[in-house]
């Protein structure tokens, strides 16, 4: 569970604020005692407090004036360069704020001129507005366009860069279709000539079909039975 945001104001009751202050000056002794441990640095605290004659020194007196001797020995730039008191502090403080309550009020104006445009576009019209609010929404649409000019050209980019690809594309090669049909058709006229080769090879005399000597040729008779079957037919039993 988080710690509740502690408000960072003068504490009027007395009692709580004598409290809180014995609870968080325990707090800062063990934060510095955990930092020179860690770390392995020499430092020291003193706390002066109402409630307290004398102050409070961590780790010891003489501890801290080891650290305080060796603090003085160096130059003034390098004392002062990280020191603040109450007023510089304040100061830092308020100066931030500022500068976040600057950026956080263009940040709104910003986002109520676009809903004025938004609304401009859907029809109302601008005789409310003055002359800073036209200002400051004529800067918004320029804004505006600014980035759908260069989401435009992005696009453009992109299929500049499509097509180039597209057009170093090795092309194609040709439909092979005719090449295997031709094959094919190879491949059929061997094996018609291999059977016929074969077929008149294994037939017997009085089935010949063929040449005699000069221009005689010789036909068989296929007048009788026997010949009727001499050409196969290989599609109809």
């Known amino acids: 569970m988080t710690r509740k945001k502690v408000k960072l104001a003068y504490i009027t009751n007395d009692s709580s604020r004598k409290a809180t202050f ?3 000056k325990k707090g800062l002794m063990k934060k510095v005692s955990e930092l020179s441990t860690l770390c392995g640095i020499d430092a020291c605290a003193i706390i002066y407090s109402p409630y307290d004659n ?30 603040v008191n109450q007023e510089s502090f304040m ?5 931030k704020a500022s500068e976040q309550l ?60 499509s097509s180039s690809s597209a057009a170093a594309a090795p092309q194609v090669a040709a439909d092979p279709k005719p ?8 491949g059929m006229q061997r094996t018609q000539a291999e059977w016929l080769n074969d077929w008149m090879n294994n037939n017997t005399s009085e089935q010949q079909l063929g040449f005699g000597h000069g221009n005689e040729m010789i036909i068989t008779n296929f007048n ?5 079957n001499v050409w196969p037919n290989y599609f109809f039993p």
Do not use: C
């Open 22 to 24: 014995k609870k968080r």
């Open 54 to 83: 004398a102050p409070e020194v961590w780790p010891n007196v003489m501890g801290a004036q080891h650290v305080l001797s060796e603090f003085k020995r160096m130059p003034e730039m390098e004392q002062s360069k990280k020191m």
């Open 91 to 95: 100061k830092q403080r308020i100066a």
């Open 102 to 161: 600057k950026k956080q009020s263009k940040d709104n104006r910003e986002k109520e001129m676009t809903e004025v445009m938004y609304q401009a576009l859907a029809g109302k019209g601008l005789q409310n507005l003055n002359l800073g609010d036209l200002n400051d929404l004529s800067w918004v649409i320029d804004q505006n366009m600014k980035g759908i000019y260069k989401r435009i050209e992005a696009i453009k980019k992109g299929a500049s860069t």
């Open 179 to 186: 090449a295997v049909t031709e094959l094919g058709l190879e």
């Open 224 to 228: 009788n039975n026997h010949n009727a």
